[in-house]
């Protein structure tokens, strides 16, 4: 059977871009994939992080992953830091990257563009990256397009240990959301909706009440044409809505264009926020039951037993092949 990793890093509060690029797509992954879904905390660390934050925003979107539809049993549910061949392969996977590889990063050059001190981990963390695709023997990995370089370098990784220490790991491919995959703010549709943005009308949170997100598509940015029109070139702002409103409902563009033929955006807006609402309003529910649970606690220590049996069949062939003395 095919099989997928994939996970969301537990650094800020969940918003809908994060359900609807990644979340949304791992519950419907478990129809046709055997899934591995992390919680890659050891990414996190990669920038300071409050050590009370990182242990809240863990557990959050742990019961996030299962109130949004991830079946535990179906689905291995794990965090990153609990199986430590994550740790014990990256550093095999850093002897084999190259300086200039790690160097052409574009997220590196992004994060550490204008900073003064760079931890060495934000360089080498596309190791981990590989590290973690590749233990699983992954044949495939969901990410949006800024993830797919990363990907590309696990390819090359895989190759060339396969090539150097014969056949260990599985080359995975990427596959790419066309529909949702990256959800812009609210008030400005070039750039990503995300927490860090100071407006907090620019983003929704899985967490935010009824009344709070419908205040914050009403505020929504779109533009003087009045005409729910898919088109990302002239048309950002209104497109943007249109994809959040196509995850949410489960409708094409095309049926979401013609639901709002010859409505202006006011009535856009308002059915918007209600589609938002109700899908929400289970996961919610559900959170709220589970995030401070035992029920929460025996799902991710029996994902790490898992996940931790497999991993380790991969990092001890893995070992044996690169030549290291096993006793």
């Known amino acids: 059977m095919k099989r997928i990793l994939s996970g969301i890093k537990p650094s800020g509060v969940l918003n809908i871009g994060g359900y609807s690029g990644a979340l949304s797509q791992f519950v419907r992954n478990q129809e046709q994939f055997e899934c591995f879904f992390f919680i890659p905390d050891l990414h996190a660390i990669t920038v300071y992080q409050d050590p009370k934050e990182l242990n809240e925003r863990t557990r959050e979107l742990a019961a996030l992953y299962i109130a949004a539809g991830i079946d535990p049993k179906r689905s291995t549910v794990f965090l990153q830091s609990q199986v430590s061949a994550h740790a014990e392969l990256s550093w095999m996977m850093e002897t084999q990257a190259h300086f200039g590889e790690l160097s052409r990063m574009t997220q590196f050059k992004d994060k550490s563009d204008g900073k003064d001190v760079v931890s060495s981990a934000l360089f080498t963390y596309p190791a981990l990256m590989a590290a973690d695709i590749l233990l699983y023997q992954a044949t495939h990995v969901p990410v949006g397009d800024d993830q797919k370089q990363h990907v590309e370098l696990t390819r090359d990784l895989a190759n060339r240990f396969n090539n150097r220490y014969g056949e260990t790991f599985v080359v995975p491919e990427p596959i790419i959301q066309e529909t949702g995959a990256r959800i812009m703010g609210l ?128 990092l001890m062939r893995a070992k044996r092949n690169m030549g290291f003395l096993i006793v």
């Open 187 to 314: 008030d400005d549709p070039s750039k990503k909706m995300s927490k860090s943005n100071p407006n907090v009308s620019s983003y929704i949170l899985m967490t935010d009440e009824p009344a709070v997100i419908r205040k914050k598509f009403s505020r929504a940015v779109t533009d003087s044409e009045m005409s729910v029109r898919y088109d990302w070139d002239t048309k950002p702002a209104v497109s943007n809505l249109i994809e959040i409103y196509s995850v949410f409902s489960g409708m094409s563009i095309a049926e979401v264009e013609k639901h709002f033929a010859g409505q202006g955006y006011g009535n856009f807006k308002k059915e918007l926020a209600e589609v938002v609402i109700a899908k929400l309003e289970p996961i919610q529910q559900r959170f709220h039951e589970i995030v401070n649970s035992s029920e929460l606690n025996e799902i991710l220590r029996d994902g790490a037993e898992r996940a931790a049996a497999v991993a380790n069949e991969t």
